[in-house]
């Protein structure tokens, strides 16, 4: 297939036009947004590359699509020529992402010029509502969640473990005996973004803040202990996660969700969330 030209490699001297196409849709962006608002836009901080197609007939500087390439493929924004020129540096080099995650359209788009080399995905979850909520919930939040201590890592690691498996359908313990997972999931907790209930020493529910830019804050790993489902801690425990990132961080609260979880989905919004787009992963 001929590949459309295009796609670059973006540096410090596109932040601005980056920014512009971040702030513009927020809650969608969220992912890429934190980390360039802690990292920079160096790849070798970042944990991976931006890349950018400038509208033609324009200068540089401006852009009209946008892509992280790192442990996961995030399309934010693109046209199929755009998608087109990003699957096109995406498959000069062998595949290290995870995923392919973000904005449905995008995803589902770049996933159509990748599937043939990259292919066949260990699954594709094409609808996955976005959610998102700017006040406080309301549903009242459960006083015993509360941020996860450092000294309690060890406490906490096998309900992310456990939450990991049943979400994602592999152990993330695999590859490496789980060091670069125990890392990800410390650096959470110091960062004061990993929230639990404890009884008895174990965790009953948990959530995490994954990605925090200057305007939302993405709850992702909500979770509750087996023995304990169908009892209201998953609405209570996410609300209280809400609570601080609306009224304590002062962002707005998102989330994205399976389609098919519709549990899920009537217990987020029975603590305020509204649907404001949605998302799609490819997991390989």
């Known amino acids: 297939m001929l590949r459309l030209a295009g796609a670059r490699l973006l540096d410090e001297r596109d932040r601005l036009a980056v920014r512009a196409m971040l702030t513009a849709d927020p809650v969608a962006s969220c992912m890429v947004a934190s980390r360039i608002e802690n990292l920079g836009m160096d790849p070798w901080r970042l944990g991976g590359e931006l890349w950018g197609c400038e509208p033609r007939g324009l200068r540089a500087g401006r852009l009209d699509s946008l892509c992280f390439a790192g442990s996961n493929l995030i399309p934010l924004q693109g046209n199929r020529s755009a998608l087109r020129a990003f699957a096109d540096r995406a498959l000069r080099r062998r595949r290290v992402c995870s995923s392919v995650v973000g904005p449905a359209e995008q995803v589902m788009g770049l996933w159509s010029e990748l599937e043939l080399d990259w292919g066949p995905a260990r699954e594709v979850r094409d609808d996955q509502p976005l959610m998102s909520t700017g006040k406080v919930s309301d549903v009242p939040p459960d006083p015993l969640v509360r941020p996860v201590r450092p000294d309690e890592l060890d406490r906490y690691l096998p309900a992310a473990i456990a939450m990991f498996i049943e979400e994602v359908g592999v152990d993330p313990r695999a590859g490496d005996g789980g060091a670069s997972y125990r890392a990800r999931v410390a650096e959470l907790i110091a960062a004061g973004r990993a929230f639990a209930r404890f009884e008895s020493g174990e965790v009953v529910f948990k959530a995490e803040i994954g990605a925090l830019s200057s305007a939302v804050g993405q709850i992702q790993g909500v979770w509750v202990h087996p023995d304990r489902r169908g009892h209201g801690l998953g609405s209570t425990g996410t609300a209280a996660v809400v609570d601080r990132l609306v009224r304590g961080l002062g ?27 949605q998302y799609a992963t490819v997991l390989f």
Do not use: M
């Open 251 to 277: 962002r707005t609260a998102s989330l994205y969700v399976n389609a098919y979880n519709v549990v899920a989905q009537s217990a987020y919004k029975r603590i305020g969330f509204t649907r404001v787009g």
